[in-house]
């Protein structure tokens, strides 16, 4: 390959982030969309740089209600995104082995991408939907199953005096119970401020031990918490990690910004900042830049994405933060009824993202329809269910391909944790035996 990987990669990762209206060094999740982060130094490729880029990523891209075809052209004309997609495939069978691995399936999952802009366009044939889950979790769509963890809550919600017989009576329990618990949004720094310290401890305790020493003093959790209104997503959190101190090393700074309409109560939001900041993503990130700058990973770990297998297993790693933090397994070992409920919720939650994708794209049912099995099978709030049927569930991107990431990514590292011993797992889980993803860790553990 005449180019150099990081030119490659680069032009493949913000072409498509481009063209999906993304912009990965906006600060905040209104402008971000497909690339998580650029913390390597590297100059910006030309997908980012060309003129014709400011103007796609103005528009919205393919994302936008109306698109704006010239603007696409322009920049099409300029950028040859699909070949740095190819680039970057023969790349990963050239490198072989866990990074060649790596990389193969970061070029299937753009390459889906690239074919959904061809659809959008009116340029390429509808993408199957199969196709679409199998790239980024490496397996086929399959519907949710909720009834195990709503018994559970219905039986844990009725511990604590808000007992139920009938599915409406189950819904209108758990609503209470999140009404007498809301998280009041005047305060969310400084209760977020509370729990990340909580969380920091708890994992200094049950996760940081089991991790080689040189990553015990990176901070974990260098975030701040900002409200947002008007947002189309519950929260966003934008890992930066461009900062640098006196000696050049990095600072780890994100922000977490949250939809000030969001309706979670104190247990749901335990849950989140465990998943969200530490051990969860920030956390994850946090680490990843650490091996990065230590030479550890490569140049693809340093510019991580959205819709691709190693986003659902950072998702899986997130979801399964909070046990990680207590240093159990399962929900019921939490010594908190209040917290098992919010923790179930959370999971509903997520199988219902799951159940969104695939009623609307393998079913083709309407939002209406979705919405409401959503609220009642799942026992998300009104607020969720309309923002997971319609923008997220509709979305043609986040909805075929990011939706089924939470609940594969969840249940796979549960697996995990219940077959591997902390010691061999986590540092796999964190980058230390390579950069990894949902169906490339096996053979890092291996």
């Not at 790596?102 to 999952?109: I, K, P, Q, R, T």
């Not at 199998?134 to 949710?144: E, Q, R, V």
């Amino acid at each position: 390959m005449s180019a150099r990987f990081e030119e490659v990669a680069g032009n493949a990762i913000l072409g498509i982030d481009t063209l999906w209206g993304g912009d990965v060094m906006c600060p905040s999740g209104t402008g971000r969309f497909i690339a998580d982060s650029w913390f390597s130094d590297e100059p910006l490729p030309h997908a980012y740089t060309h003129p014709a880029a400011a103007r796609v990523r103005e528009s919205g891209g393919v994302s936008a209600k109306t698109l704006d075809r010239e603007a696409i052209e322009a920049y099409l004309d300029a950028v040859d995104v699909p070949a740095a997609i190819r680039g970057m495939g023969e790349a990963g069978k050239t490198m072989g082995g866990l990074r060649g691995a790596y990389v193969s399936n970061l070029a299937l999952c753009f390459e889906t991408m690239w074919d959904l802009v061809l659809e959008l366009l009116g340029k390429g044939e509808p993408v199957p939907y199969a196709r679409c889950v199998h790239a980024s979790i490496g397996a086929d769509p399959s519907p949710s199953g909720p009834v195990s963890k709503r018994e559970r809550v219905a039986e844990l919600l009725s511990r604590c005096g808000h007992p139920s017989r009938t599915p409406d009576e189950l819904l209108a329990a758990v609503d209470s119970w999140r009404r007498a618990r809301m998280v009041p949004m005047a305060s969310v720094r400084a209760l977020g401020a509370a729990f990340i310290a909580q969380f920091d401890r708890l994992a200094a305790e049950n996760v940081i031990p089991y991790l080689p020493l040189e990553l015990h003093s990176v901070p974990r959790a260098n975030i701040q918490f900002l409200p947002i209104t008007g947002a189309w997503f519950s929260g966003s959190m934008n890992y930066l990690g461009r900062a640098r101190r006196p000696d050049g090393t990095p600072d780890y700074e994100a922000t977490y910004e949250i939809n000030a309409s969001l309706e979670i109560s104190v247990p749901e939001f335990e849950q989140l900042v465990s998943h969200e900041v530490v051990p969860g993503h920030v956390t994850t990130f946090a680490y990843l830049q650490n091996l990065y700058v230590r030479g550890l990973v490569s140049f693809e770990g340093s510019v991580l994405t959205m819709n691709t297998r190693s986003a659902a297993l950072f998702e899986g790693i997130a979801n399964n933060a909070i046990l990680m933090a207590h240093g159990v397994t399962e929900i019921d070992q939490v010594p908190d009824d209040d917290l098992q409920i919010g923790l179930l919720l959370a999971l509903l939650q997520d199988d219902a993202k799951n159940q969104s994708s695939y009623l609307t794209w393998k079913e083709g049912a309407p939002q209406a329809e979705v919405a409401a099995v959503l609220r009642k099978d799942f026992l998300v709030s009104t607020e969720r269910a309309d923002k997971l049927s319609g923008a997220w569930g509709r979305h043609p991107l986040l909805g075929r391909m990011y939706l089924p990431a939470y609940r594969a990514g969840t249940d796979r590292v549960a697996e995990l944790r219940r077959v591997h011993s902390a010691k061999k797992l986590i540092p796999v889980l964190y980058g230390c035996s390579g950069l990894v993803d949902l169906t490339t860790i096996d053979s890092a553990l291996a």
